[in-house]
């Protein structure tokens, strides 16, 4: 069974840079695994970011940004806001199913 | 406004079953690849199944295989989740997605599975 491995937790100043990063058990990320980043927020459903390793939806604001990145999918956040703060998940597809990261914890102290 | 509203969960013992339902509005249901997942109480995001536009190609996460079955009604613009032989592990909160990509949540019904 595929794991997706993302770093448990980040810390990030207001105003600063911040780059999550996506991996697969089964080898490198590739455009081919359609990589896709979520936001969390406590007691709320998640919501979409990335599409397809760096398309943003049109809510999505433009300081997100989604690439690969060596072997892993990459979401990068620049000038982090206060309200950044959240649970991030990246989803990647192999073989006609799907397989959710475990989550980064992103704190902007 | 793209919705999606889910509906059915609740407590229920192990070994019972329970069926999901998710009623969406605001885009074209027969044209959308549908999804459920779940998360469990304090825990990640797992995806559970997902379902084509007509309802003739199903995937499922391996631990479900064989106990839960993914549907669909588009006359209806309605997705189905049946889980039969529910065991403790299925407690999690259901979410139905449109899109492989879920891009659009629903905000998801709390299943506990206990005795």
């Not at chain 1, 991996?23 to 979409?48: C, E, H, L």
């Not at chain 2, 019972?16 to 779940?38: D, E, K």
């Not at chain 2, 997605?97 to 506990?112: L, N, P, S």
Request: neutral net charge; glycine residues 10%.
């Amino acid at each position: 069974q595929t794991v997706v491995t993302q770093e448990p937790s980040l810390t990030v100043s207001p105003g600063g840079t911040v780059t999550l990063t996506c991996a697969s058990s089964t080898g490198a990320v590739t455009s081919g695994y359609y990589p896709n980043w979520f936001q969390q927020k406590p007691g709320q459903a998640p919501r979409a970011l990335i599409y397809s390793t760096s398309n943003r939806h049109s809510w999505t604001p433009a300081r997100f940004s989604g690439s690969l990145l060596g072997d892993k999918a990459a979401l990068t956040l620049s000038g982090v806001q206060p309200d950044d703060e959240a649970d991030y998940y990246c989803l990647l597809y192999n073989r006609n199913t799907w397989v959710f990261g475990e989550g980064t914890k992103l704190t902007v102290l | 406004e793209v919705q999606l509203v889910e509906s059915g969960g609740g407590l229920v013992q192990p070994g019972g079953s329970l069926r999901l339902s998710c009623v969406s509005s605001g885009f074209s249901f027969p044209n959308s690849w549908m999804i459920w997942v779940r998360q469990a109480p304090g825990k990640g995001l797992e995806w559970v199944a997902n379902i084509n536009k007509d309802g003739s190609e199903e995937y499922y996460v391996d631990s479900v295989k064989g106990r839960f079955t993914i549907s669909r009604d588009n006359a209806e613009n309605s997705l189905f989740l049946q889980m039969n032989s529910l065991r403790a592990d299925d407690t999690a909160v259901y979410y139905c997605a449109k899109g492989r990509g879920a891009e659009i949540w629903g905000q998801g019904t709390m299943v506990t599975v206990s005795s």
